[in-house]
């Protein structure tokens, strides 16, 4: 005959492993709500005292929000477009005068210095400073005072330009270390020939511009510096055209140590 087990009041274990109660548990239950409602209460009453200045700042988020939205709205972009529409003036001189073939001078002249109104790369460098296209006309600037050889003004408008882009990058400090070469300043025209080829690592200006740091460094007697430049371009672009005849050159950086 199956026995009838009486229910006694189940017992609980707290943290420290001592039997609790239903009753002392419910106890515990309601300190810790009361915690909560304190806790609560406290952070009504904050924010109750201070809501005059959480408006404040919420304000000033939202209206920061809305300004920055507008300038990009109605300055950035435009500047943006307007900037690339004065850009095409001048760049066509600039494309003229690079695929001539002889000295082209004059035509520079008109890409830097504009015409009949429009802007040239000088203009459009000052007036859209901030855009894109005022960047690359810093580029199109240098490059051109650098076929005129005027070499202060070349270093000038490309230290102003800059560019994450793999080859033009590299290729406006190079640039740069160009200037310097014709001005006969081979230590300056090293440092751009080495920064022109850590830049960025592709098979095109990093070879070109290491065989140009190397021998600019066998010039400035850092024969050491030279060899493993050259070393370089044997090991990691052999197939580019600074690796044709590259023993020649590293067996003379190496005796000339």
Avoid: C, H
Avoid at 156 to 178: N, Q, T, V
Wanted: avoid cysteine; proline fraction near 3%.
């Amino acid at each position: 005959m199956a026995t009838y087990k009486k229910r006694g009041s189940k017992k609980f274990k707290n943290e420290d492993g001592e039997a609790q109660s239903a009753v002392e548990r419910n106890s515990d239950t309601a300190k810790v709500f009361n915690t909560l409602d304190e806790t609560a209460s406290k952070t009504e009453d904050w924010v109750i005292k201070n809501q005059r200045n959480i408006f404040i700042g919420l304000g000033v988020v939202v209206a920061l929000i809305l300004a920055y939205q507008a300038y990009t709205n109605f300055v950035s972009q435009p500047n943006e477009q307007a900037a690339a529409n004065e850009l095409a003036f001048p760049k066509k001189y600039f494309d003229q005068a690079t695929s001539s073939p002889v000295a082209a001078d004059s035509i520079y002249t008109l890409g830097l210095q504009g015409s009949d109104g429009k802007f040239g790369f000088i203009d459009i460098s000052n007036e859209f400073s901030g855009t894109n296209a005022g960047n690359l006309a810093n580029y199109y600037a240098g490059i051109s005072y650098l076929k005129m050889k005027k070499y202060p003004e070349a270093i000038e408008f490309l230290e102003k330009f800059s560019s994450d882009d793999e080859l033009l990058g590299p290729i406006a400090k190079g640039a740069i270390g160009d200037a310097f070469a014709d001005l006969n300043q081979a230590d300056d025209a090293y440092d751009y020939y080495v920064k022109a080829a850590n830049l960025r690592d592709n098979d095109f200006t990093t070879p070109l511009f290491l065989f140009k740091a190397a021998n600019t460094a066998m010039e400035i007697e850092k024969y050491g510096k030279a060899q493993s430049m050259f070393e370089r371009i044997k090991s990691d672009f052999p197939s580019s055209e600074e690796a044709a005849n590259i023993d020649m050159f590293i067996n003379k950086a190496k005796y000339a140590q």
